[in-house]
């Protein structure tokens, strides 16, 4: 098994955008999903059935000096490297 690859850049047009991420693991997981810039907003946990994709919404606000990239990492309790998703606001 190798970790997974980091994907994107995924361009957050217009204030809003969504990752599609897949749930690779034979049963249901909750997964805890962070950014690491505070501008683009993401739901903490979502719960994603067996082999089913979802699509996670994620939301930019600017701010006067916050940068228009992020980082979206996707964990779980069955993965010690989480699923990195790059991000990037761009106008609409």
Known sequence: CTP?????PIDVRGGAGAVTFKNVFATECEFTITSDNPAFEVARTETIAAKTEKEIAVKFTPGDDAPKTAKLLISCDKVSTPFVYYLRATGA
């Open 4 to 8: 997974p690859k980091p994907r994107g």
